[in-house]
């Protein structure tokens, strides 16, 4: 596992979905490969806009493995509604720094239902000062 700096929202307590979103995200930074078993659907799929698509737990785990470090992580913006969520904010590491959001949808509206698919749209948005 990785160590990431991490800054997200204040929970107001009223969306649960917003920190498991929050937690998945930190996980897939610090590849955290047991908290994502715990969270991803076993037939998870990953797509990267304009660029892969990942389908499978082993297969994001492998696909994690080639990824640049992540130094910090950085929430801006999170929504749910029902079984579908969204986050934005900023990746930093290896010197860039990249925005990024996310679309979630989960299994079901459930409480304990796990991520099914996820939609990123990635880009680098310059460098860091380091």
Not at 89 to 117: D, P, T, Y
């Amino acid at each position: 596992m990785r160590d990431v700096k991490f800054r997200g929202q204040k929970d107001c307590g009223n969306a649960p979905r917003k920190v498991v979103i929050e937690q998945i995200l930190l996980a897939i930074a610090e590849q955290n490969i047991p908290h994502l078993q715990e969270q991803l659907a076993e037939d998870i799929q990953w797509d990267f806009v304009g660029n892969r698509s990942y389908r499978g737990i082993k297969s994001i785990a492998e696909a994690l493995d080639e990824m640049p470090f992540c130094e910090e992580l950085i929430i801006e913006n999170t929504i749910t509604h029902g079984r579908d969520g969204a986050v934005s904010g900023e990746i930093i590491g290896n010197g860039l720094k990249f925005g990024f959001s996310h679309i979630c949808q989960f299994a079901s509206a459930g409480k304990q239902a796990r991520l099914k698919r996820m939609t990123t749209y990635l880009i680098q948005i310059g460098e860091t000062d380091d």
